[in-house]
């Protein structure tokens, strides 16, 4: 099955300093990877997505850029704020109409970042 | 437009009892997807349901089972429950085959003492 890596676990910048995580995995089929952000106590809203026919996406101060031949993909965020402070979490998943595939994500370990004003 | 609303927000429970957890879907969805978040970790994959029949589901035994209701609701049941079924659990819902992304809900906090 998918499996997703996600470094850095930890992460500490800097008010206005850029913020990147990255991403692997290891299905060559999986074709959405959507980004999730999860404050504490709360549930994981998603940021921003991508899909596989797409290298790059942005949205406003957040991007995601995808490398389907290297199998990982990566999010940006520049000119952090200190609510940008919460753990971030990639997943991976296939759209199929295969039943039991499930369009199920799987998610890397998360990174925390914190933002120190 | 309503969210993902799952009851209830908190429960404790002991080892070998049985628990039911419950997830109204967004309006418009039809898929609910639950999964399992220990403390520190990304959620995992239970079990999706779509047409009120189980399609896909993760590594997790047979004692972690669910429904879904005409109304697209959803229930995830687990059976003797272990000290390790400690966790958050999340259900998320979406369109089915919409290439649309899931919405979770806040989750139910599960201790089992």
């Known amino acids: 099955g998918e499996n997703v890596e996600q470094h850095p676990s930890t992460l500490s910048v800097q008010e206005g300093d850029s913020a990147v995580i990255k991403c692997t995995y290891s299905?060559?089929?999986?074709?959405?990877f959507p980004w999730y952000k999860q404050e504490l106590g709360k549930r994981p809203q998603l940021i921003i997505d991508i899909r596989s026919n797409v290298g790059e996406k942005k949205d406003q101060r957040i991007a995601v850029t995808l490398n389907k031949t290297a199998k990982h993909f990566s999010l940006h965020i520049t000119e952090t704020q200190p609510e940008d402070s919460a753990v971030y979490f990639c997943a991976a998943s296939k759209t199929t109409m295969i039943k039991a595939a499930g369009n199920k994500l799987t998610f890397g370990g998360g990174t925390r970042v914190l933002v120190k004003p | 437009e309503t969210g993902v609303t799952q009851s209830p927000t908190h429960l404790i429970k002991t080892r070998g009892q049985q628990v039911t957890l419950r997830c109204s879907s967004q309006?418009?969805?039809?898929?609910v997807s639950w999964y399992q978040q220990a403390l520190g970790q990304g959620p995992q994959f239970i079990f999706q349901?779509?047409?009120?029949?189980?399609?896909g589901r993760g590594n997790f035994p047979p004692r972690f089972s669910g429904l879904q209701f005409p109304n697209y609701s959803s229930e995830l049941n687990v059976n003797a429950l272990e000290l390790d079924d400690s966790a958050l659990y999340l259900c998320a819902s979406s369109l089915w085959l919409s290439n649309q992304p899931q919405h979770f809900g806040d989750g139910t906090r599960l201790s089992i003492l």
């Open positions: 309006s418009g969805h039809n898929t």
């Open positions: 349901y779509y047409r009120e029949e189980e399609n």
């Open positions: 299905d060559s089929a999986s074709n959405y």
